[in-house]
């Protein structure tokens, strides 16, 4: 079965702390794996994905595939990185994506 | 930017009345998508559209639900007779090709 997990539902560190958000996922075959963020009040938008290998915001993931993980991470939260984090995947181009349930980051000044 | 919109923001329906909730995609995308977001649950995937017809589909887009693109720049969801269990997030994709799904600011349907 395809499926995406975030045991975190909430992650709350203090401002310049380090950040890791977990996610797992299972999935048969070789997907492709996003970092989606929702900031308050605004709409899903993609952060980084897999195959591009690229920082952004100062957010990277790294995709293990032995341990089926793409946990996200930085190494000094800001506080204006407080919002929804989504791990997501998807079988290949334009395809649907499959959604984890989601992880609320909530840096402390 | 060009950014997917959604229309309305927020609709709220009886028990039993069709829907339509209506997104424009981004003019030169060729895929588009809706999900829905029930509270406290995660964005679950309902239905593709390509090339005027449906890719994919999920369990939950069953007879109740359609899709269409009546013109050059909407897609719409419709549902036929809504139930409480409707009530959620609906967020329109679209891409262009790839796997970058580019979301709407969603339409927050409640059932009554």
């Known amino acids: 079965a395809q499926r995406v997990t975030q045991p975190e539902k909430l992650l709350s560190v203090f401002k310049g702390a380090p950040v890791e958000l977990k996610c797992n996922y299972s999935y048969s075959g070789s997907p492709e794996l996003f970092w989606y963020v929702q900031y308050s009040r605004q709409r899903l938008q993609l952060l980084l994905r897999?195959?591009s290998r690229e920082s952004i915001k100062g957010f990277t993931a790294d995709l293990n595939k032995g341990e089926t993980s793409f946990h996200l991470k930085k190494p000094f939260a800001q506080e204006e990185d407080s919002a929804m984090y989504y791990c997501?995947?998807?079988?290949?181009?334009?395809?649907?994506?499959?959604f984890g349930s989601g992880t609320r980051l909530s840096i402390r000044p | 930017e060009p950014e997917v919109t959604q229309t309305p923001s927020h609709q709220v329906t009886q028990m039993g009345q069709e829907v339509i909730l209506r997104c424009v995609p981004i003019?030169?995308?060729?895929?588009f998508y809706w999900y829905r977001q029930i509270l406290g649950q995660k964005v679950e995937f309902l239905v593709s559209?390509?090339?005027?017809?449906?890719?994919?589909k999920s369990e939950i887009f069953d007879d109740q639900f359609s899709v269409e693109r009546p013109d050059g720049s909407n897609f719409t969801l419709k549902i036929r007779s809504t139930k409480l269990e409707d009530s959620a997030m609906y967020f329109c994709a679209s891409t262009l090709v790839g796997n970058t799904q580019y979301f709407g600011p969603g339409t927050r349907l409640t059932v009554l």
């Open positions: 897999h195959i």
């Open positions: 003019s030169n995308h060729l895929y």
């Open positions: 997501a995947l998807s079988k290949g181009s334009a395809s649907k994506i499959i």
């Open positions: 559209f390509y090339n005027n017809e449906i890719s994919e």
